[in-house]
């Protein structure tokens, strides 16, 4: 396995701080500022975030699908592997949250919202420019970020059929062709499906492919623009989403979803990257992607379905406000020989 950086573990307190420090300043921070500049313009201004959601949901998420699969140079195994990941990740904190509702006495109607928000994490609107940054000095942004696009992919599929049905099975009553006809209004599923017919239209193709992409070229050009203004609106929505965010009277365990997703979640990422066998710059994004805060898509749906959304909001900001410092140590230990250790031993 190749590790960009070697030996964190070895170095000196001193030298640590200062690669902590670094990590923070140039990797974390540039988002937290484009948060906090979506906060601030929600506060002061007031947008209105159900369109800014839309606009995400409906153009900006599809275009950059689109966009990064097609485009996407990553071979079809770690696609695949990654992918997979992302099903076990869902699947695996899925089950710890159920455990966890159970032993702690959890009201019954609030399980579902627990356990989406510990399921599903912000690979899209946080995860895609972390990974941008983090691998942007080694000059693998593009590489990351084709990572980075499966597992948003997976999230986005998992979150909108999954999801729909966890949030469903909390207070609403709408019939089973209705919760159908919400997963298939779903526009990132059509964006996939298009860009691996795409992708397999060009397989068939050969050599005749790039003459016939020349005659395509207007559309995929504006593809480009969408996916180049994705992440500051993606971050600007989120920022002006958690300033929505208000205390409400009933008690959630918000506590242990943002403690399961910040830790629970990097240490369950690392033993599926070491029971999965994957190695490499691959594991390396797939473990930073792992330790994400709460999807917002998630407080969506159960805003949409009125399954405790003020639960997944506060889950959110509060995952959000502390994510920073856990992610710090997940990017700095998974750009060393971390993982290489591990497998090694």
């Known amino acids: 396995m190749t590790c960009l950086l070697s030996g964190p573990l070895a ?56 966009y990064s699969v097609v485009g996407s140079n990553l071979p079809l195994a770690e696609a695949a592997h990654g992918f997979l990941f992302t099903v076990c990740m869902v699947g695996c904190m899925a089950l710890l949250a159920k ?38 000095a080694m000059h693998l942004s593009d590489q990351a970020r084709a990572t980075e696009v499966f597992v948003m992919v997976g999230q986005n599929i998992m979150t909108f059929t999954v999801g729909i049905l966890l949030a469903t099975g909390g207070r609403s009553h709408r019939s089973w062709p209705e919760v ?53 609106l993606a971050l600007l929505t989120l920022g002006a989403q958690l300033a929505l965010v208000k205390p409400g009277e009933t008690r959630y365990p918000v506590r242990v979803s943002v ?41 969506l749906l159960c805003l949409e379905f009125d399954n405790h959304p003020g639960y997944l909001a506060r889950s959110i900001f509060y995952g959000t406000l502390f994510s920073p410092l856990t992610l710090t140590l997940v990017i700095f230990l998974a750009q060393g020989d971390f993982l290489d250790r591990l497998v090694m031993h």
Not at 217 to 231: L, R, V
Not at 261 to 278: E, K, M, N, Q, T
Not at 284 to 297: C, D, E, Y
């Open 180 to 232: 159908f006809r919400q997963i298939a209004r779903f526009p990132p599923l059509y964006a996939l499906s298009a860009a691996l017919l795409i992708v397999l239209v060009r397989h068939l193709l050969g050599d005749d492919a790039p003459a016939v992409a020349r005659a395509f070229k207007p559309f995929w050009d504006a593809a480009g623009y969408i996916k180049d203004s994705f992440i500051g």
């Open 11 to 66: 170095l000196a307190p001193t030298e640590m701080a200062a690669q902590l420090g670094s990590i923070f300043y140039f990797i974390v921070f540039p988002m937290l500022l484009l948060i906090g500049v979506g906060f601030f313009i929600q506060r002061r201004v007031g947008l209105d975030a159900q369109t800014l959601s839309r606009i995400n949901f409906t153009f900006c998420v599809p275009g950059i699908i689109f």
């Open 259 to 299: 403690g399961m997703r910040l830790l629970a979640g990097p240490a369950l990422g690392l033993g599926l990257i070491y029971a999965l066998g994957i190695e490499g710059f691959l594991a390396q994004g797939l473990w930073i992607s792992s330790g994400l805060p709460s999807a917002v898509n998630s407080m």
């Open 99 to 136: 455990l966890l509702a159970l032993g702690l006495d959890v009201p019954r109607d609030q399980h579902n919202a627990m356990m989406m928000s510990m399921m599903f994490y912000n690979a899209g609107n946080y995860g895609l420019p972390l990974q941008d940054l983090a691998f942007r």
